[in-house]
């Protein structure tokens, strides 16, 4: 009984330390988010009060640079015109990511399983890649009309090579130990793909999908400034051929927001198939 009474003092002590520490760590952790969230959110409003006085203080023509209350102001009593041109820049923004980001995965498939393949169109697509969006989507406009098509291609060309890269790199990346334990295995070369080489490549994949969620929407604008009556490309342009600082500001403002909630839309993904990526 003695022994234990003993004992078990001592193991309190033991306990106290790492209980401490958890609520250390924890503390940390909450502080760490608060600060992730307010640093930003509070470098954004300090910009914004410079950026009021700034243009109040020097007098700066409204058509030039409007203040950002005269921007707020534009997209409260303009939101349901920005909402009505903002659904069709959404819909052709996702058709061309899930379009460029398909046939991305796809050709990068095809080269892993070819080098001969890889040697022969991967150049074409570096080429493809060299030129400007603004050169090629003239050419794409004259292919496929002044439609949805070729508003969905050019989304779909600009995220096409960063997918691509990434991919190939990606289901490139398995460990020489992994492919000769499946060799040793007897496996499949689906198997392989499946197995190993689809579940390495997640990462990657996931990193150009965030860049591809940023670069769909300039693509989708950069269609409906070739030729649209919608969308917010076209109330861009009308915006500024018009002098209405305030509407571009606020326009320009809006496609910001539809990047960040692509963004935001793939990095939740993310998060919920790659469980094992730290």
Known sequence: MTMVDKADPGEVENDEPTELALIEERKFEKRRKIEAFVIPIGTVICLLIIWQIGVRLFGVPTYIAPAPSDVGE???SQFPLLLKNFWPTLFEAVLG???GNLAAVLIAIAFVHSKNAEK????IAVFINTIPI????PILALIFGSGLTAKVMIAALICFFPTLVNMVRGLQSVSPQALELARILSASKSEV????RLPSSLPFLFSAL???ATTCVIGAIVGEWIGADVGLGA???DATFNYRSPLLYATVFMSSGLSVLLFAAVTIA?????????
């Open 74 to 76: 534009t997209l409260f």
């Open 97 to 99: 990511f899930i379009t």
């Open 120 to 123: 022969a169109f991967f150049p």
């Open 134 to 137: 603004l050169a090629i989507a």
């Open 193 to 196: 793909f499946w197995k190993i």
């Open 210 to 212: 965030k860049i591809a």
């Open 235 to 237: 109330l861009i342009l």
């Open 270 to 278: 993310e998060r919920r198939i790659i469980r094992w990526h730290t």
